[in-house]
């Protein structure tokens, strides 16, 4: 089998085949996490783009990482310090860096669409480090390898997300994908970030069910996702921070409904005490700190797989166009 | 362009015989199996590694630890491969500090693959030691490499390929000789 597309822009036009061959690919650059000598030479001489046009942190280290360990020298673009803020176009600054003659661009916008629109008018690879509330592929697979790590395999789980569903590209990476491994998801949270239209977003038959009591949702789960709480849209007098806390934190007790061994992940930054405590994100159901080391072997994985020979006989993008288009004027991460 | 079988060079009897011979060259070469590892290249130096071994049980009663090596990320010609090459998982379970290691083969060509697999190797640390050990020595080397232990040296022109089947991967056990013709 071989990765058909040029670019790596959602998981939703992905098969299950196809994502499986994704995550075996993961496999070889996870023990090479373990090595005493990470650098490999397999991608030297080529140049990946890092454009930030969102902040971020970890996503934007690990696709570092992993670019650095395959031996390939990066490109960082970061919104604060950019010409964004001089008022250049997205189209313009992405045309720009691609004259410097790079061979792969990850970019994270705001926007929904931003890295399709972008994908279509470059010739080399795009990768989606997260647009808008669209998608966030590379995560979505990072969590699967994590699931199918510590589970076994990822067939007809009972996966619980928490949190802000409807702003999540996290979210909606990861319904795309183990959706189509037969998994029956529950979202829940305050009403205002649960809406009911998110019972459709799945792959076609995948059962999703929105429930707003925390107890209910956990209830038989196999993964809990917990999303990061973004405080700034907790506000009075819809929610207080603490009635967050009170109605949806995790906490151990209520860990007891869950399934013996369920596990926990989070795609972090976590905001400790207020969506996981600490007991919890620390405790041996965790994986996060198993997430962030899979990061970069799943990163590694996606820039081999589009990087090495993928200037013959690959397709041009055929991923699905998310339904918002994106604005044409870059504008700086809000 | 065809490709047509011109002759066998090897039957399963010939190739168990030639394995059992190199497992007691290497033993006695290595002054015993203390220190001693095989590293097999994936795919077909994994069975031969596997099959050494057991041989040298039989020698010595000594378990040679086996591991296992994909060298796709080593290549200096991936890109001329295939479109994506799969990668396999590289597996070797013990510490290459100060071992003795062998690595081993099907077919000794270019001598690109085993530039490939040392540099994977020294990823892994520092062996005191390491030796090729191959089936068949072809020929037509474009890099400064040689095999301690050789199955069988044989002769071959640049169009030719030699063909190692084994049980364990093809369902027969034979080496042939085979040719591309337009």
């Given at each position: ?334 | ?20 011979r190199l497992a007691h060259q290497i033993v006695e070469k290595s002054g015993g199996t203390k220190s001693l590892a095989l590293i ?9 590694a596997?099959?050494i071994a057991?041989a040298m049980r039989?020698i010595d009663?000594v378990?040679v630890p086996v ?31 100060s071992m003795d290691l062998v690595l081993v ?22 062996p005191k030691r390491v030796s090729l050990c ?13 095999a301690q232990f ?33």
């Amino acid at each position: 089998m071989t990765y058909r597309f040029r670019d790596l822009l959602a998981l939703e036009p992905l098969s299950a085949d196809e994502l499986t061959f994704i995550l075996d690919q993961a496999k070889p650059f996870q023990e090479i996490q373990r090595h005493p000598l990470k650098k490999l030479a397999t991608l030297r001489g080529k140049t990946v783009v890092l454009a930030f046009f969102e902040n971020s942190t970890r996503t934007r280290l690990s696709f570092a990482t992993a670019a650095s360990r395959l031996g390939a020298d990066t490109m960082n673009l970061q919104a604060e310090a950019s010409s964004l803020k001089k008022g250049e176009t997205l189209l313009d600054t992405a045309n720009n860096l691609n004259a410097m003659r790079p061979d792969c661009f990850v970019m994270r916008h705001a926007s929904s669409g931003a890295a399709d629109f972008v994908a279509r008018h470059l010739e080399i690879p795009v990768v989606n480090a997260g647009d808008g509330t669209h998608e966030h592929p590379s995560q979505g697979l990072l969590d699967a390898l994590t699931i199918r790590d510590r589970l076994g395999n990822l067939n007809n789980l009972n996966v619980t997300i928490l949190g802000d569903i409807s702003h999540s590209r996290v979210a909606r990476s990861n319904i795309h994908l183990l959706g189509k491994f037969g998994c029956r998801f529950t979202l829940c949270g305050p009403a205002m970030w649960v809406p009911r239209e998110l019972e459709k977003i799945g792959p076609a038959g995948t059962p999703i069910r929105c429930v707003y009591r925390v107890e209910e949702a956990l209830e038989d789960a196999d993964v809990i996702i917990v999303l990061r709480v973004q405080t700034e849209r907790l506000h009075e007098p819809s929610l207080s921070q603490n009635d967050y806390i009170l109605l949806y934190q995790l906490n151990t007790e209520r860990m007891k409904l869950a399934k013996p061994g369920a596990l926990i992940l989070h795609p972090g930054p976590i905001n400790r005490g207020i969506e996981i405590t600490p007991e919890v994100a620390d405790g041996p159901q965790s994986a996060v700190l198993e997430q962030v080391t899979n990061g970069v072997a799943t990163r590694m994985a996606i820039l081999y797989l589009l990087m090495v020979g993928a200037t013959e006989g690959a397709h041009p993008a055929l991923e699905a166009k998310p339904e918002v288009t994106p604005k044409e004027s870059a504008h700086a991460s809000d | 362009m065809r490709i047509v079988e011109k002759s066998q060079l090897m039957s399963a009897a010939e190739i168990d015989r030639t394995l059992q011979r190199l497992a007691h060259q290497i033993v006695e070469k290595s002054g015993g199996t203390k220190s001693l590892a095989l590293i097999g290249i994936r795919r077909r130096g994994v069975p031969l590694a596997q099959r050494i071994a057991r041989a040298m049980r039989g020698i010595d009663g000594v378990e040679v630890p086996v591991g296992t090596l994909d060298i796709t990320l080593y290549r200096d010609d991936l890109s001329k491969v295939a479109p994506q090459a799969v990668l396999q998982s590289s597996d070797i379970s013990f510490g290459v500090d100060s071992m003795d290691l062998v690595l081993v083969d099907d077919v000794l060509y270019t001598g690109r693959t085993i530039r490939a697999a040392m540099n994977g190797l020294f990823d892994l640390g520092r062996p005191k030691r390491v030796s090729l050990c191959v089936l068949i020595d072809r020929g037509h080397r474009e890099m400064p490499i040689e095999a301690q232990f050789v199955g069988r040296t044989i002769q071959t022109s640049d169009t030719e390929i030699i063909e190692v089947r084994l049980a364990e991967i093809d369902h027969e056990e034979r080496v042939v000789l085979v040719d591309r013709v337009d």
